[in-house]
Nanobody
Framework: QVQLVESGGGLVQAGGSLRLSCAASGRTFSNYAMAWFRQAPGKEREFVATIMWIGGSTYYADSVKGRFTISRDTAKNTLYLQMNSLKPEDTAVYYC??????????WGQGTQVTVSS
């Protein structure tokens, strides 16, 4: 049974930093892309960043480029999202996901990030 479990969310002031983690288990992800999405209240879920499990190539949404860094530790089966220079508009529930060319098959339960102004 595949499980993705996020942690690291919380309340931070604007300009601050947080690091989210996503512990993955239940299968090998060698052919998968891992990603972070977020959903703010009243808005649709949006893509934040993705990384290939093998190779480590990354891609970011324009809204977070230069402020967020996605990474993974293959030995620990853990995905990370380092978030710096946080803004109030980054407030959302953040989800990690695993997928391939057919789409994102697996999702975590989400972790709340709140940025106060």
């Amino acid at each position: 049974q595949v499980q993705l479990v996020e942690s690291g969310g919380g309340l931070v002031q604007a300009g601050g930093s947080l690091r989210l983690s996503c512990a993955a288990s239940g299968r090998t992800f060698s052919n998968y892309a891992m990603a972070w999405f977020r959903q703010a209240p009243g808005k649709e879920r949006e893509f934040v960043a993705t990384i290939m499990w093998i190779g480590g190539s990354t891609y970011y949404a324009d809204s977070v480029k230069g402020r967020f860094t996605i990474s993974r530790d293959t030995a620990k089966n853990t995905l990370y999202l380092q978030m710096n220079s946080l803004k109030p508009e980054d407030t959302a529930v953040y989800y990690c996901a695993a997928g391939n060319s057919a789409g994102y098959d697996y999702w975590g339960q989400g972790t709340q990030v709140t940025v106060s102004s």
